[in-house]
């Protein structure tokens, strides 16, 4: 079996990587809604703050949420462990200290990451200049990614990368729905109101699948539908079933080629079988927001009893 220390460099190395994209993408949906929507930036900028679970620390730090601040607060504030830059760093550290288990092609995209980075986030970025900037952010990761899959072998060192990037990306997308739950209840499409259309397009666009929900439902904006296809829809690469079927794919090659099945197979199975046994109607039942926060607990338990297994920590 793969040293523990091995293991859970990649799992986490891909995992800060996966969480610094998808903060850049919250940056860009917030950024969105302060265009548009000035009189609700301060509350979409809480939202996201909320959402990347940074809301105490920027407040004991900054105090009442400001865009200008949040962006350089999640983008490159050194006192900040959450941002993007100590992400893409964090990234980095754990490449390193993985380097042999990855392909050269990885590890120079991973290190390439990091420098075009540090220069770009050296010092606070002008509003011009931002979208640009977390254009290349997305950029970068992606060429991290398409490394992965052209160039590692399908083994052990490739499940446990795929692991952390599912499990990392689940976990986004499970608390952006947490924080927007109110809008995605059936009774709010009779309201219909420009706002209500912005939210819920800043969903969309903080789970990159704008351009995907579109093309499904020809361009019909509807809460059912875009709650069941963030959650359920097993073709969407950023939806809690698709992430988890994932999950649980690898975490199953893993068994095979370890001829040992662990607790946290156990515990995925499960997971996966919520969602292949849930309709939107009994979600709805049940409570959009409860179903929302059970995930994330059963999720924070799979990944603790992964690092369990696994031995990640020594």
Not at 11 to 36: K, V
Not at 77 to 100: C, K, L, Q, W, Y
Not at 169 to 190: C, F, G, H
Not at 230 to 244: E, H, K, N
């Amino acid at each position: 079996m793969m040293l523990g220390k091995t293991a859970g460099g990649l799992f986490w190395m891909f995992r800060y990587l996966e969480r610094a994209e998808n903060t850049a993408r919250m940056i860009d949906a917030g950024l969105r809604i302060s265009l548009t929507r000035s009189s609700a930036a301060d509350s979409e900028w809480t939202s996201i703050l909320s959402s990347t679970g940074l809301a105490s620390a920027y407040e004991a730090a900054h105090g009442a949420p400001e865009g200008s601040k949040v962006i350089d607060f999640l983008l490159r504030d050194p006192n900040n462990p959450g941002s993007v830059m100590a992400g893409i760093e964090a990234a980095r550290m754990n490449a390193r200290v993985v380097r042999t288990a990855l392909t050269r092609e990885v590890w120079e995209a991973v290190n390439e990451c990091y420098m075009v980075l540090k220069r770009l986030l050296a010092r606070p970025i002008e509003d011009r200049d931002l979208p640009r900037v977390l254009q290349v952010i997305r950029q970068r990761s992606a060429f991290v990614r398409g490394a992965l899959h052209g160039t590692m072998v399908r083994n052990d060192i490739y499940n446990f990368a795929r692991i952390g990037t599912f499990y990392e990306r689940a976990d986004n997308t499970a608390r952006i729905i947490d924080q927007k739950y109110y809008i995605l209840l059936p009774s709010v499409r009779l309201v219909g109101s420009p706002s209500d259309n912005v939210q819920w397009d800043t969903i969309l666009r903080a789970t990159s699948t704008t351009r995907a929900y579109q093309t499904l439902h020809d361009g019909d904006v509807d809460p059912r539908a875009i709650a069941r296809f963030l959650i359920l829809d097993g073709r969407l690469p950023r939806s809690l079933a698709f992430c988890y079927g994932k999950i649980n794919d690898n975490l199953g090659y893993l068994e095979k080629e370890y001829g040992t099945r662990h607790t946290c197979q156990s515990l995925a199975d499960a997971l996966c079988s919520k969602f292949r046994s849930h309709d939107m109607n009994a979600i709805f039942d049940y409570g959009l927001h409860e179903f929302i926060s059970d995930f994330l607990r059963d999720s924070a338990t799979l990944g603790r009893q992964i690092e369990i297994d696994y031995r990640f920590i020594e």
